[in-house]
């Protein structure tokens, strides 16, 4: 489809190629249509060639792109992508870590976007199938919905969400040993084994990550729950980086909209309230959706009992498999070259954030069941700053 500002339409092309087949010059007819002789001798020699199939709009590729992702490598990235659900920067480590193959992040991307697979949404979870429609030829661009915003300094805005992750029996469940197996069974008729709460508190500027597993017999996510919730991640990011929490976001539940102890609690900490739909929720879909379990991401779990380096509140809330060695980008592994953060909070980017969440974890090891310093995007001060623009 042309352009908006294309002084020729298929129609237009044709009416011009028979004005030159009448006898008149080239450059005549050009003029007439305000474009160059060079461009209408392109199509009238189509024309002649092809008929009216040559004057349809043909792409810009090259025909052939030396520096393009080999076949092969195309053929990984998407196997990871579908079986995996994995994004760019988690493609390129395990891309890295597998045979040491190294591709940037920006590169993944081009090629889930060649592959129509660049959202997640358009797959099927389970099977990795494409749900709907995403070829790149036929897909409708348009500007996002939603734009990408980050307060100026820590505590200005912070996200708060809960996550709901039901507990794995002892021994593991059906996904471990099939659905016509006695744990299958127990799981169908014999008690329940419930739930635990992942309550998220995330800094919009600094991305730094306050995390709490509640179970359901300490509240889960009742009032009681959420209000304290909010008044120890406040006393946490004043006690460890000085930061004044100044405004929470949260989602349009009932506990954030009409509890009162809860609008008493951030009334009493001088908290400022924004509920909001959840899509405008963005710092804190990361974390709680890394947390979320997935048959092929990792080792299946055999059960949720917390690791003993753990104290029982900060416990992992689905399994303890940990990663080491070289993670994807991230805050804390990708200092920030010139930033106006404070120096609390940039020093607790450098030293990871399971240390500062899990008092006590193993040094050099992140759970992957609450919030990997992995997968928390990094701040805009954390790259490096553009150069000035010169007119």
């Given at each position: 489809?042309?352009?908006?500002?294309?002084?020729?339409?298929?129609?237009?092309?044709?009416?011009?190629?028979l004005?030159?087949?009448a006898?008149?010059?080239k450059?005549h007819?050009?003029?007439?249509?305000?474009?160059?002789?060079?461009?209408?001798?392109?199509?009238?020699?189509?024309?002649?060639?092809?008929?009216?199939?040559?004057?349809?709009?043909r792409?810009?590729?090259?025909?052939?792109?030396?520096?393009?992702?080999?076949?092969?490598?195309?053929?990984?990235?998407?196997?990871l992508?579908?079986?995996?659900?994995?994004?760019?920067?988690?493609?390129?480590f395990?891309?890295?870590?597998?045979?040491?193959?190294r591709?940037?992040?920006?590169?993944?991307?081009?090629?889930?976007?060649?592959?129509?697979?660049?959202?997640?949404?358009?797959l099927?979870?389970?099977?990795g199938q494409?749900?709907?429609?995403?070829?790149?030829?036929?897909?409708?661009?348009?500007?996002?919905?939603?734009r990408?915003?980050?307060?100026?300094?820590?505590?200005?805005?912070?996200?708060?969400?809960?996550k709901?992750?039901?507990h794995?029996?002892?021994?593991?469940?059906?996904?471990?040993h099939g659905?016509?197996?006695?744990?299958?069974?127990?799981?169908?008729?014999?008690?329940?084994?419930?739930?635990?709460?992942?309550?998220?508190?995330?800094?919009?500027?600094?991305?730094?990550?306050?995390?709490?597993?509640?179970?359901l017999?300490?509240?889960?996510?009742?009032?009681?729950?959420?209000?304290?919730?909010?008044?120890?991640?406040?006393?946490?990011?004043a006690?460890?980086?000085?930061?004044?929490?100044?405004?929470?976001?949260?989602?349009?539940?009932?506990?954030?909209?009409?509890?009162?102890l809860?609008a008493?609690?951030?009334?009493e900490?001088?908290?400022?309230?924004?509920?909001?739909?959840?899509?405008?929720?963005?710092?804190?879909?990361?974390?709680?959706?890394s947390?979320?379990?997935?048959?092929?991401?990792?080792?299946?779990?055999?059960?949720?009992?917390?690791?003993p380096?753990?104290?029982?509140?900060?416990?992992?809330?689905?399994?303890a498999?940990?990663?080491?060695?070289?993670?994807?980008?991230?805050?804390?592994?990708?200092?920030p070259?010139?930033?106006t953060?404070?120096?609390?909070t940039?020093?607790?980017?450098?030293?990871?954030?399971?240390?500062?969440?899990?008092?006590?974890?193993?040094?050099?090891?992140?759970c992957?069941?609450?919030?990997?310093?992995?997968?928390?995007?990094?701040?805009?001060?954390?790259?490096?700053?553009?150069?000035?623009?010169?007119?």
């Amino acid at each position: 489809m042309p352009h908006r500002n294309a002084p020729l339409t298929m129609e237009g092309r044709r009416r011009l190629c028979l004005r030159v087949d009448a006898g008149r010059p080239k450059a005549h007819v050009a003029a007439e249509a305000g474009i160059s002789r060079q461009c209408l001798h392109k199509w009238h020699t189509r024309w002649r060639a092809e008929g009216e199939a040559g004057l349809v709009e043909r792409s810009s590729r090259p025909c052939r792109s030396p520096r393009r992702t080999p076949p092969e490598l195309e053929a990984r990235i998407e196997r990871l992508r579908r079986d995996r659900q994995l994004g760019p920067d988690r493609i390129a480590f395990e891309l890295r870590r597998e045979d040491g193959t190294r591709v940037s992040a920006a590169g993944v991307h081009n090629v889930l976007v060649r592959l129509g697979i660049s959202r997640l949404r358009d797959l099927d979870p389970p099977t990795g199938q494409q749900l709907r429609e995403t070829d790149p030829a036929t897909r409708v661009h348009g500007p996002n919905r939603w734009r990408r915003y980050e307060r100026a300094r820590p505590g200005e805005l912070v996200h708060v969400d809960v996550k709901k992750l039901g507990h794995i029996r002892d021994g593991g469940g059906w996904r471990a040993h099939g659905r016509d197996s006695a744990q299958s069974r127990a799981a169908r008729s014999g008690p329940r084994v419930g739930y635990d709460y992942v309550h998220v508190a995330v800094d919009d500027h600094s991305r730094l990550a306050y995390v709490e597993v509640i179970s359901l017999a300490e509240g889960g996510e009742n009032q009681h729950a959420c209000a304290g919730f909010v008044r120890r991640a406040t006393a946490w990011f004043a006690g460890n980086y000085g930061v004044t929490v100044e405004r929470i976001m949260t989602d349009n539940a009932w506990v954030y909209r009409k509890s009162r102890l809860f609008a008493a609690t951030l009334a009493e900490l001088g908290i400022a309230h924004r509920p909001t739909k959840p899509a405008a929720r963005g710092p804190t879909a990361k974390p709680n959706a890394s947390t979320a379990p997935s048959p092929s991401n990792g080792p299946t779990p055999r059960s949720t009992t917390p690791p003993p380096s753990v104290s029982p509140r900060y416990r992992p809330g689905y399994t303890a498999t940990t990663i080491t060695g070289p993670t994807p980008r991230s805050a804390a592994t990708h200092p920030p070259t010139a930033s106006t953060t404070s120096a609390a909070t940039t020093a607790s980017r450098q030293a990871g954030y399971l240390n500062a969440v899990y008092p006590g974890a193993p040094a050099g090891q992140r759970c992957a069941g609450v919030i990997p310093a992995d997968v928390l995007p990094p701040p805009r001060d954390c790259r490096p700053p553009r150069p000035a623009r010169r007119y």
